[in-house]
């Protein structure tokens, strides 16, 4: 069955570095997002792309985050400059179709500490 | 404001006591509800989508409801390895694609 990959599993960085987390969608999907859980919070979403731009952004998707699709098969998430709290779950996740209700896979997740 | 309210935070069943989880929603207007499982430390594995009041969908223990202002997962017969969290989480026409989660209701079912 496809599944969403998602690389590191776990990634350790110093404030104020920069990471770059990476995913491999299902490969017949057109919709892409990026989700973080903070520690024993809510799954947040925090951007969707599709047709190779940004769908829609939360607010927590400010400046110092960015999404690319470098080629046709690996969807990143840049964090310019990483703080304490950007350390979280992040989860990739892709759906299939441009619907109006169309079910998000989600990945495994990159645990990003940031110390 | 799009909210998702999940009762209760924790539940502690036997094997083979059948409960219910609640998923209370307020959004303008709702594109569709979905149910996931997640265990500790991996993400969420998609169960149900439901998409108007009076749908229902099942699969093997599980049984998930909608109603115009919240949705109900009902556990029958559960076992051990049924145990994890379960997130439910809602799209609603005015926020695109995104999806808004509940907190989660952690399941713990022991035998």
């Known amino acids: 069955e496809p599944e969403v990959t998602q690389t590191p599993s776990h990634q350790v960085t110093q404030m104020g570095q920069e990471v770059i987390l990476r995913c491999v969608p299902i490969s017949n999907h057109l919709y892409f997002y990026w989700y973080r859980q903070i520690l024993g919070q809510k799954v947040e979403f925090l951007v969707s792309f599709y047709n190779n731009e940004i769908s829609e952004k939360s607010e927590i998707f400010d400046d110092q985050f960015s999404v690319e699709r470098p080629d046709g098969s690996n969807f990143t998430l840049k964090i310019r400059s990483t703080k304490l709290e950007d350390s979280a779950m992040y989860f990739c996740?892709?759906?299939?179709?441009?619907?109006?209700?169309?079910?998000?896979?989600f990945g495994p997740g990159t645990r990003l500490t940031v110390l | 404001e799009d909210q998702v309210t999940q009762s209760p935070e924790a539940l502690r069943l036997q094997e083979g006591e059948s409960s219910s989880l609640n998923c209370s929603y307020t959004?303008?207007?709702?594109?569709?509800l979905f149910w996931y499982r997640q265990d500790p430390g991996k993400g969420p594995e998609f169960l149900f989508t439901?998409?108007?009041a009076g749908e229902e969908k099942e699969k093997e223990r599980l049984k998930a409801t909608l109603t115009k202002k919240e949705s109900f997962l009902h556990i029958t017969a559960p076992k051990p390895e049924d145990s994890a969290t379960y997130l439910c989480?809602?799209?609603?026409?005015?926020?695109?694609?995104?999806?808004?989660f509940g907190k989660g209701t952690t399941l713990s079912v022991s035998s």
């Open positions: 989480a809602v799209q609603a026409f005015q926020a695109g694609t995104a999806l808004i």
């Open positions: 959004v303008s207007g709702l594109r569709g």
């Open positions: 996740a892709s759906s299939a179709l441009l619907a109006n209700t169309d079910t998000q896979y």
């Open positions: 439901l998409y108007s």
